[in-house]
C-alpha cells in the first residue's frame, strides 16, 4: 500500500511539473512575441558623402563643396565627377543627372575607417546581395535600398572597397539604375577583366 502511495505522488508531481513548465513556456514565448512585435526597424538615416546627399544636393553644390573635379566623363546622359578621395589609386565618382547629384561612389580606403560591422550595427544584416565583377575574389555588393546605400566588399574578412549612396528606392529600381551589370545569382555574375573599382 505504501509503495502505490509513493509511487501516485511521483506520478502526481511529475504532471504537476510537467503542467507548470508547460505554462511558463507559454508565458515566456508570448511575452518574446509581444517584445518581438513591438520593435521598432532601424531607423533610416539619411546618408551623406562629405554633405552631399543624392537627389537632393545639385551640382552647383558638389563644385561649390568640393571644387573643381579631377576628371570628367560623360556617360549616356550622366556627367561622372572624379574627385580624389582617401584611396590613392582611384577616385570617388559622384554622378550628375538632369543637374542633380544621381550616385556617389567612395572609393574606400583604411583612413575612411569604414567598416562592415558598423554598417551591419547601423542598418542590419543585408538581405539583397548582388554579384558582380569581384564574386571570383569574395567581393559581393550589399544593398541597403531603403536606406540608399551600399558597399562593394567582403562580409566574412570585413574588407570594403567602395560605399555608394544614391536616394533610398526599391532593389528593382537599383538594379535598374546602377547595378545592371550585377546578378542575383553566382552563377550569372561577370568575370573580372581589369576592372578597377568605381567602374
Known sequence: MRQIFTFKRVVFFGILLVAI???????????????????????TKELTYKT???????????????????KTTQKEDIEVLEYKGTNSNWNDEVYIKNQQVDLI?????????IN?????????????????????????LYVYPENGSAYLGNKEKGVILEVWYFSPTTIDDFRKK???EYSESKKNAPRMIDKAPGN
Open 52 to 70: 552631399l546627399i543624392p537627389g537632393k544636393s545639385n551640382a552647383g553644390e558638389v563644385k561649390e563643396k568640393l571644387g573643381d573635379p579631377l
Open 105 to 113: 561612389k567612395q572609393i574606400a580606403s583604411v583612413k575612411d575607417q
Open 116 to 140: 562592415v560591422k558598423d554598417i551591419t550595427t547601423s542598418y542590419g544584416e543585408p538581405k539583397n546581395i548582388l554579384y558582380g565583377p569581384y564574386t571570383d575574389i569574395g567581393f559581393f
Open 178 to 180: 546602377y547595378a545592371q
Open 21 to 43: 513548465l508547460y505554462t511558463v513556456d507559454k508565458l515566456l514565448n508570448q511575452q518574446s512575441t509581444q517584445i518581438t512585435t513591438n520593435l521598432s526597424p532601424t531607423p
